[in-house]
């Protein structure tokens, strides 16, 4: 594209002083020259990015639909007192008692009527799951929803968690408005189950009464939220997350995590969730991995999609449905639990092939911008962070990663 041909905007670098930049993504070589042989590569990735929002304007709506995919997906109750299923399995697991139909763009979904005395079809509370029959033996497999919303682990029955249909009878009700952004962040990165002084498992309910008024005494305006995204295996400190919609109920149900963001908010603290999208936990029977008997519904199938220092799965950036799955899953925190942003885990490994592994960043700029950047994991942040400051202009969105940075 001849610059002649691009279009350029006026950015404010300083109070009072403006640069005209070229919208292709090379903008930024203004601000820095040393940036300037390396043009053709931004203006490529600004072009994957593009045809991305272009994608999504056309099939989808644009950002605001596309994001809440978490309304359709799973189990959904409507006005119309009807549970809306992509996934289902009764009581007593009988695997032909309500099977789904196919849709044109191959969704499961079902749709049950209340009961006759007017309620719901699935109580709340009860235990969910679903079979797939799947070629070439017709062999059944059972699967968590993925966009599970609640999920319980019981220990005495088995250590693989359960599924819950969560809609309580009475939701909780924000009180308090979002304090206004932060001109500079003063961070407290906490741990609602460490959060105690005892050798267990603290609660967001304690978090609440006791950590939230002593960090603010302390004086810090922002509070980064650990292990909130359900996990498996504790000792992973949440960072091998298994069910991306559902908060941990090993501190309490939700409502007690909204509670704590509504306190928080209103002692004027900032809160941002700890958001783990570099990879997810490679459990079958209550992860993703596997979800449709392959090992590539949500992955890059092979070596791809394998995480060798992490022992875990890796998404497949570049596919439709995954980026519907993550961008929504970013949407649905900051709707439900009205959290005011996120810190990003792992951006290093999102963002190259190797992770980060073996290799030392000098901060010499070949290092990335050469084969070892994985474009598809760029492009997916630069979505998520332009999807998020699109519809929520006063988000906090900050990058975690172990690496030297231009």
């Known amino acids: 594209m001849a610059g002649s041909d691009v279009a350029t905007f006026q950015a404010e670098v300083e109070p009072g002083r403006f640069l005209t930049m070229q ?8 601000l820095d020259p040393w940036l300037e042989p390396f043009k053709d590569s931004l203006r490529r990735r ?3 990015f593009k045809n991305w929002v272009n994608k999504i304007n056309e099939t989808s709506g644009g950002y605001e639909q596309f994001t809440r995919g978490y309304e359709y997906f ?3 109750y409507s006005n119309a007192n009807l549970a809306f299923l992509q996934i289902y399995q009764p009581d007593n697991w009988d695997a032909s008692a309500h099977p789904m139909k196919k849709d044109n763009f191959g969704v499961f979904h079902l749709t049950l009527p209340a009961k006759s005395d007017g309620t719901t079809a699935i109580a709340h509370g009860s235990k969910i799951k ?3 029959f799947i070629p070439p033996h017709n062999e059944r497999i059972d699967r968590l929803p993925a966009w599970s919303k609640y999920v319980t682990q019981d220990l005495s029955v088995s250590p693989c968690y359960d599924s819950i249909f969560w809609n309580p009878p009475t939701k909780y009700l924000f009180k308090n408005k979002p304090p206004k952004k932060p001109e500079s962040l003063r961070v407290y990165e906490a741990h609602v189950g460490i959060a105690t002084t005892e050798g267990r498992v603290g609660t967001y309910m304690e978090f609440t ?8 005494r302390l004086g810090y305006n922002t509070i980064q939220l650990m292990a909130v995204m359900e996990h498996a295996y504790y000792a992973s400190f949440g960072y091998q997350v298994t069910s991306f919609f559902a908060a941990s109920s090993r501190y309490g149900p939700p409502e007690h995590l909204q509670e704590l963001i509504d306190t928080a908010h209103g002692l004027g603290i900032t809160v941002l969730l700890d958001v783990v999208h570099s990879h997810a936990c490679k459990n079958v029977l209550d992860g993703l991995n596997m979800f449709d008997g392959t090992d590539h519904c949500y992955f890059h199938e092979g070596g791809k999609g394998r995480h060798d220092l992490w022992d875990s799965r890796l998404f497949n950036y570049g596919a439709y449905e995954p980026l519907r799955f993550l961008m929504s899953n970013l949407r649905y925190w900051m709707e439900t639990f009205q959290f005011d942003g996120f810190r990003f885990d792992g951006v290093t490994s ?6 980060g592994m073996g290799v030392g960043f000098s901060g010499n700029y070949n290092e990335y911008f050469n084969y070892g950047v994985d474009e598809e994991g760029v492009v997916y942040l630069m979505l998520a962070n332009d999807m998020l400051h699109n519809l929520y202009p006063n988000v906090i969105t900050i990058a975690e990663g172990t690496y030297k940075w231009p």
Request: glycine letters at 12%; proline letters at 3%; a neutral charge.
């Open 23 to 30: 919208e292709d993504g090379t903008g930024v070589a203004v």
């Open 46 to 48: 600004f072009g994957l």
């Open 74 to 76: 799973g189990l959904n």
């Open 130 to 132: 679903i079979a797939m």
């Open 209 to 216: 009464k006791n950590l939230l008024p002593r960090i603010s």
């Open 350 to 355: 999102m963002m190259y092939i190797h992770h």
